[in-house]
């Protein structure tokens, strides 16, 4: 039951964190775009095949609310990687004949 609790908690810790404080990090560039300004090759960059995805910048496309749509697109990869991990333990679970 500790172990269950401590996940759940851990899921719920992780939404708050991407959901809530993830619009307050730093608008400054990533470590690969400051190399780029600071060499000056940032203009020579092209956009890559999902730059006009629907989770493409850190947002959700179509939501016009910057704080709303940063939240939802942190949320979103949340649930996404909790669903895709937990698929994978479960089935790395079955296949070695392990079960409590």
Known sequence: ???????I?????SLFLAGV??????SQPDGLEKVA??????????????????????GVKGIKNERISTGT???IGVLATGALSTG???????KSGSRK
């Open 73 to 75: 697109a942190g949320a």
């Open 21 to 26: 404080v993830s619009f307050y990090a730093s």
């Open 1 to 7: 039951m500790k172990q269950k609790t401590f996940l």
């Open 37 to 58: 300004q600071d060499i000056g090759f940032i203009d020579s960059a092209q956009d890559h095949v999902n730059a006009d995805g629907v989770l493409a910048d850190y």
């Open 88 to 94: 994978l333990f479960m089935l790395i679970r079955r």
């Open 9 to 13: 908690s851990g899921f719920i810790a």
